[in-house]
C-alpha cells in the first residue's frame, strides 16, 4: 500500500523562526507532491505544489522534494502566528487521486 | 477563485437513514472526490469521479456510494447511516491532479445517532 508518513507534532516554532515540515513517502514512482495547509475547523487549501527534484519558493514558503531519498519538505521563513494550523502532505502516485499523510501540526509562538 | 460547494456545514441523522450529501464546484472540473477526515486517520478518499457518470472506489468504499449526473454536481449517499460514519465529509474538485492539487469545499460535519 502506498503510503505518505509526517510526524503529527505539535511543532512549536518562534515567530520570525523558520519552520520545516517533512514528510517521506513510499513509492518512487511517485510523480507530484502538494502541502495543503488546514485551519482548525476548516478545509484544507492547496498552498504549494512541486514536481521535479529541487527547491521551489512562493513568498514565504520554499518546497523541498528529493525523489531518491522519497522525501518532500515545507519551509516557512519568518514565521508568523497566522501560519498555525496542520500542515497536510499529499503525493500523486500515478493515478488520478491524492494520498494524504496524517498532517503536521504546527504552532507559532508570539 | 474556484468555489466548491457543499449542500450543509452540519447534518444531525438517525442509524439506518439514507443520507445525501451534495458537492457542487463551478469551475468545469474533470475530476471530483469525496473524502472523510478523521482525528488520527487524516483524509480518506471514499470515492472519485473522473467524468460524468464515472466513478471509481477510493480506500474506503463500504457503506457509500455516489453519483455523478452532471459535471459540476457529485453526490455522496450512504445507504443506511451508521454511527461509525460521523465524521467530516470534505468534497474536492481538481483540473487534473498531474497539474494541480484538488480545491476544498468547506466540510459537512455528519453526526448519526
Known amino acids: 500500500q502506498k503510503e505518505v508518513e509526517q510526524n503529527s507534532g505539535p511543532l512549536s516554532v518562534p515567530e520570525g523562526a523558520i519552520a520545516s515540515l517533512n514528510c517521506t513517502y513510499s513509492d518512487r514512482v511517485s510523480q507530484s507532491f502538494f502541502w495543503y495547509r488546514q485551519y482548525s475547523g476548516k478545509s484544507p487549501e492547496l498552498i504549494m505544489s512541486i514536481y521535479s527534484n529541487g527547491d521551489k519558493e512562493d513568498g514565504r514558503f520554499t518546497a523541498q522534494l528529493n525523489k531518491a531519498s522519497q522525501y518532500v519538505s515545507l519551509l516557512i521563513r519568518d514565521s508568523q502566528p497566522s501560519d498555525s494550523a496542520t500542515y497536510l502532505c499529499a503525493v500523486n502516485f500515478g493515478n488520478e487521486k491524492l494520498t494524504f499523510g496524517t498532517g503536521t501540526r504546527l504552532t507559532i509562538i508570539p | 477563485d474556484v468555489k466548491v460547494t457543499q449542500s450543509s456545514r452540519y447534518l444531525v441523522k438517525r442509524t439506518g437513514e439514507k443520507v445525501f450529501l451534495e458537492c457542487v464546484q463551478d469551475m468545469d472540473h474533470e475530476n471530483m472526490f469525496w473524502y472523510r477526515q478523521d482525528p488520527g486517520l487524516g483524509l480518506r478518499l471514499i470515492y472519485f469521479?473522473?467524468?460524468?457518470?464515472?466513478?471509481e472506489k477510493g480506500d474506503i468504499p463500504e457503506g457509500y456510494s455516489v453519483s455523478r449526473e452532471k459535471k459540476e454536481r457529485f453526490s455522496l449517499i450512504l445507504e443506511s447511516a451508521s454511527t461509525n460514519q460521523t465524521s467530516m465529509y470534505l468534497c474536492a474538485s481538481s483540473l487534473s491532479l498531474a497539474g494541480g492539487g484538488g480545491f476544498f469545499g468547506p466540510g459537512t460535519r455528519l453526526t448519526v445517532l
Open positions: 469521479s473522473y467524468d460524468v457518470k464515472m466513478k
